[in-house]
Structure formats: C-alpha cells, structure tokens
Antibody
Framework: EVHLVESGGGLVQPGGSLKLSCAASGFIFSGSAMHWVRQSSGKGLEWVGRIRSKANNYATTYAASVRGRFTISRDDSKNTAYLQMNSLKTEDTAAYYC??????????????WGQGTLVTVSS | QSVLTQPPSVSGAPGQRVTISCTGSSSNIGAGSDVHWYQQLPGTAPKLLIYDNSNRPSGVPDRFSGSKSGTSASLAISGLQAEDEADYYCQSYDFSLSDYGVFGTGTTVTVL
C-alpha cells in the first residue's frame, strides 16, 4: 500500500525558511516523479513543483509563484522528497501536500497524496 | 488564475444525477491532454477519482464517470449520496505552460 507522509510544517516569520519532508513507502520511489501541491485555507489546489527520477536527470520545474525561492530535492536512499522554502511570504501560508505522479504521453496525474502539512507564515 | 474553469457549486437531492464541467482551451484539453478528477472530502487530502478522462481507480464506485469532448470535460455523479458532498477538482496538462499540470478552480457539491 502506498503511503506518503509529510512533515516539517509550522509557523515561520516572513522572510524565513522552512524545509518540508515527504517520506514514501509502498512503491518504487526511485522510479517515480514526486510533486508538491499546496492549498490555502478555503481555496483551491495550486501546483508548486516537481522532481523527476534519476532516469530523467532529477529534472525540476516550479510554478512561477515560487520559482527562485523554493527548491525540490530527493534522497532515493531514504525514499524521501524535500521542499526547501526560502524567502517565505504571507501568501505562502497553506497546507502542503506531496504527491506521487503517474505519467503517459498525454500528461500526468497525481495518483497518491499525503495527508499534508500546514505552513503558516506570519509575524 | 487557473486555465481550467469549473462552476463554483452544484447541488442535488439524494439519488439524483449531477454533472460538473471543466472548461479548458486549445492549449490543454483541446490539444489532446487527458483530464483527471480529484475528490476532496471536508478536512482531508484530495484523492484521485477519475484518471485519463474516464477511468476509475480501484475502489471508486461506478456512480462516478468522466468524459471529454473538444475543449471541455465533465464529471458525472449518478445516484447522489450524502457521502459525495465534497470539493471536486479537474486537472490537465497545458502545453503552453512550462511542463506542469494545471488544476481547475474547484466545485463544491452539496447534497440537499
């Protein structure tokens, strides 16, 4: 059974940093692309970014709203993905979900989601 | 601003059929990208409901069905049940954006 468990959320001041972790099990982590999706309270889903597998050179892509501030990485030996968030803004306050994605020639979908971890950016 | 538009809310009585539209454009759904649907029950994480336009993952009741035509897609819920009250999001891939999938604006389904 697939499990994704996020951790590392909390309260941080504007301009601060935070690193989220996503521990995975139940599938071949090293062969899977991992994504981060966020959701502000009462709002919709916003894709944050993704990291592909070693076979795809660990390629990363980010949403324009976080590009240059957030970095996604992974440690395949620990079956864990990370989201390093720097220069945080109040508008980054949200629940952050990691997802496993399945790809085909016509795009991809998020077939498994973690339970989410809450990040609050406030002074 | 999402490039996939959904109605903010739909409602129906138990047992009725409701549909949720997801309107895209020639750079996403109309370009041949598949559409996927997620269900988010109150206070929980989203869950994959429909993938590749019309396929249901194991465990999803066949009351849920998806379709795609032109630049739009639809999710239908037949035999609406109280437990279907949730937020629903479509998602697709937009070729004009740098390699990422986009989510729809979301629809809240209320069971009357």
């Amino acid at each position: 059974e697939v499990h994704l468990v996020e951790s590392g959320g909390g309260l941080v001041q504007p301009g601060g940093s935070l690193k989220l972790s996503c521990a995975a099990s139940g599938f071949i982590f090293s062969g899977s692309a991992m994504h981060w999706v966020r959701q502000s309270s009462g709002k919709g889903l916003e894709w944050v970014g993704r990291i592909r597998s070693k076979a795809n050179n660990y390629a990363t892509t980010y949403a324009a709203s976080v590009r240059g501030r957030f970095t996604i990485s992974r440690d395949d030996s620990k079956n864990t993905a990370y989201l390093q968030m720097n220069s945080l803004k109040t508008e980054d306050t949200a629940a952050y979900y990691c997802t496993k994605a399945s790809y085909d020639s016509r795009g991809y979908y998020h077939d498994y989601w973690g339970q989410g971890t809450l990040v609050t950016v406030s002074s | 601003q999402s490039v996939l538009t959904q109605p903010p809310s739909v409602s129906g009585a138990p047992g009725q059929r409701v549909t949720i539209s997801c309107t895209g454009s020639s750079s996403n759904i109309g370009a041949g990208s598949d559409v996927h649907w997620y269900q988010q029950l109150p206070g929980t994480a989203p869950k994959l409901l429909i993938y590749d336009n019309s396929n249901r993952p194991s465990g999803v009741p066949d009351r849920f069905s998806g379709s795609k035509s032109g630049t739009s897609a639809s999710l239908a819920i037949s035999g609406l049940q109280a437990e279907d009250e949730a937020d629903y999001y479509c998602q697709s891939y937009d070729f004009s954006l740098s390699d990422y999938g986009v989510f729809g604006t979301g629809t809240t389904v209320t069971v009357l």
